[in-house]
């Protein structure tokens, strides 16, 4: 039962380790009006998803197109991984990502209908 309980924590651990996520921290701006110098509290501004060129509001959480899970705060924006990677298949196979649906499939290069064997590193 011992060996079952470490078991299950290692597993635990490689999924926190293999975890891609990122924090962008909002930074404060100094801004110039009328030769007058203030430093501008950035708590409120929204947080922009360069991949979709969009901005959100403090306190939301969206897909981006690019299957990352994101969450604005007042600190920043962070975004983690919703989709796995395709890992270990052969030369002659490829691996065609679905932004859509976050899904992907690994496929012969020469015939789109033949899936691949590959292993999967879950984010």
């Known amino acids: 039962m011992r060996y079952a309980a470490v078991i299950l924590i290692l597993c635990a651990l490689v999924a926190l380790i293999n975890a891609a996520c990122w924090l962008k921290e909002?930074?404060?701006?100094?801004?110039?009006?009328?030769?007058?110098?203030?430093i501008k509290?950035?708590?409120?501004d929204p947080c922009l998803d360069e991949f979709d060129?969009?901005?959100?509001?403090v306190v939301s959480t969206w897909r981006s197109g690019?299957?990352?899970r994101c969450t604005c705060t007042e600190t920043g924006m962070?975004?983690?991984d919703m989709m796995g990677y395709?890992?270990?298949?052969?030369?002659?196979?490829?691996?065609?990502?679905?932004?859509?649906?976050c899904k992907f499939e690994v496929v012969k290069k020469s015939n789109h209908s033949i899936y691949c064997p590959?292993?999967?590193?879950?984010k």
Do not use: F, M, T
């Not at 395709?86 to 990502?97: F, I």
């Open 26 to 38: 909002k930074k404060p701006a100094i801004v110039e009006s009328d030769g007058n110098i203030r």
């Open 41 to 44: 509290d950035p708590a409120l």
């Open 53 to 57: 060129n969009q901005s959100y509001p």
């Open 66 to 68: 690019k299957c990352q």
């Open 78 to 80: 962070r975004c983690c």
């Open 86 to 101: 395709a890992r270990g298949y052969d030369s002659d196979c490829e691996v065609h990502y679905d932004w859509e649906s």
């Open 118 to 122: 590959h292993s999967a590193l879950l």
